[in-house]
């Protein structure tokens, strides 16, 4: 089994960055718990454009990319002398309270059963963990048009993943955030895979945070809006039409407050990502297809 290790991030955060406006921000803190939705909400637009471009919501980016693991597959294709088979995606661990499964996108799937066989042979693995998505797998609903793919995962390969594990709900699922508020999304490119060595592999990490534009029964909607991108790691901002193949797998996740700290609960699973000059957009297949055992509704 050959080493995969991620080194590399690639963060931004959609909201316009302006110079510091420390005496309205400190005057704010003096009413309501600072960075509580209270205290936010209570800032002007410009004081709400300085506190998205600081360290509060790199600690949010920090949070949540603690869920993003990585797909990764390769090996020999059947025809002699063609190219290797070599593809990644996203994916994370839920837990609704029955025990931890794997999610990913259902075209995911897919596409690892199509390259399957096609190869002579293929390794797979989620981190550094081996994983044969074939026999791990619990549900598709890719066959009934619902993008979403789960499978088995021992407790014990949880921690040697490494990742944090998003808690669902053994219930209802909540209502998808409402259109202006925002939502986080990430995963890993492939443009940004880069072969270090024979068996060394290194991931680039896409992030952000979005306002959700819409949602369906089906999906939600989160059309980017280049007039409020902020680097907030001074990295570089992506150049407009970007490829963001690699991220499908990846969760879409909602900040919620309690007791003075901010949590996430899943909203969606991203599905596509249309990036072109004029249009920009991502979209989730909706949480609320996945049952607490991992099946798909």
Known sequence: MHEVRYVRKHHGVFVIATPSMGSALEAAKAVYEPYSPQWLNGLSDEEKKTVAGGEFTRRLHNSGAAHIAWLFWRGPRRIIGAPPIVHNASAFVLDCGRGPFVVSAGHVFSQFLADNRRASRLGSQIGNVEFDLESRLIDTGHDRRIDIATFHIEPSEVAALGKQTVVGTDGPWPLPPN?????????????????????????????????????????????????????????????????????????????????????????????????????EAITAVRAHFILPDGRIR
């Open 179 to 279: 259109p202006g508020e925002v939502a986080f999304f990430g995963g890993f490119l492939g443009s940004q895979r880069i072969a270090i060595g024979p068996n060394e592999v290194s991931f680039g990490l896409h992030l952000g945070m979005t306002p959700v534009s819409d949602y369906t029964e089906y999906q939600i909607r989160c059309r980017f809006d280049r007039r409020y991108w902020v680097d907030s790691r001074g990295l570089g901002l992506p150049l407009p039409g970007y490829d963001l193949g690699g991220i499908s797998g990846g969760p879409l996740l909602a900040p919620f407050y309690v007791d003075g700290k901010w949590f996430w609960r899943l909203a969606g699973i991203i599905s596509e990502a249309q990036m072109h000059k004029e249009y």
